[in-house]
């Protein structure tokens, strides 16, 4: 099976610009996460779909942050307007039920 | 306020010897543990996990040990081989496994030597 997919792999924009990252999960899969790890640090939540709606969005930063799946599909996280703080590695991963979580390889975002 | 901590950044072993990689958490809730392995761009793929209701897990070389007393968890890994150097992440979670939002720590680079 094709596994979770992320786009792109890296970006890099200005401070102030928008950037939509892109996730498509292992095919099946209700379960959609996002999380983000910054500078080396440790992995962290920051929303759950279940199918098209949000689980929990807890782990948001703020609200210059927008995830949505449609159709319970594939899902985007865009952040606008950005802000240095928000460089780091966002993995999606995905899951049927309560098994354990595959991840994609991740989108590196720098902003400058 | 990190709660699930992994204290040693890095770890370097000999081919064939154990690797023993340690967790620390403090949250009380939590009641299901897990370890992911990352290899260098790439994301991180699900090793093994254990209830809080067992002490240890084995699967293969890779054995996890739980402590709830001192709220610590270790990775055994036996023998050590290079293809095992990767970046370990020990996660957490209090929803017992039922859901997949998890507290990870901070990493620990394991570098087996040929």
């Known amino acids: 099976e094709a596994g979770v997919t992320q786009f792109p792999s890296h970006s890099v924009i200005e401070k102030g610009q928008t950037v939509t990252l892109r996730c498509d999960p292992i095919s099946g899969h209700d379960n959609l996460y996002w999380y983000r790890r910054v500078m080396g640090k440790e992995i962290k939540f920051l929303l759950h779909f279940v199918k098209e709606s949000k689980q929990d969005e807890s782990g948001m930063p703020n609200n210059r942050f927008l995830a949505e799946r449609t159709g319970g599909t594939y899902s985007t996280l865009k952040v606008q307007p950005a802000e240095l703080e928000d460089s780091g590695v966002y993995f999606c991963?995905?899951?049927?039920?309560?098994?354990?979580?595959?991840f994609g390889n991740g989108t590196r975002l720098t902003v400058t | 306020d990190q709660q699930v901590k992994q204290n040693s950044p890095s770890l370097s072993v000999q081919e064939g010897r154990i690797s023993i990689l340690n967790c620390d958490y403090t949250n009380s809730m939590f009641d299901y543990f897990l370890w992911y392995k990352k290899y260098p761009a790439e994301g991180p793929t699900f090793l093994i996990s254990i209830s809080s209701i067992k002490d240890k897990n084995e699967d293969g070389r890779f054995t996890v040990f739980l402590n709830k007393s001192a709220k610590h968890l270790s990775l055994h890994i036996v023998p050590s081989q290079p293809g095992d150097s990767a970046v370990y992440f020990c996660?957490?979670?209090?929803?017992?496994?039922?859901?997949?939002?998890?507290?990870f720590g901070t990493g620990t680079l394991l570098a087996v030597q040929p």
């Open positions: 991963a995905s899951s049927q039920l309560s098994q354990p979580l595959h």
């Open positions: 996660a957490a979670t209090p929803y017992g496994g039922a859901t997949n939002k998890l507290i």
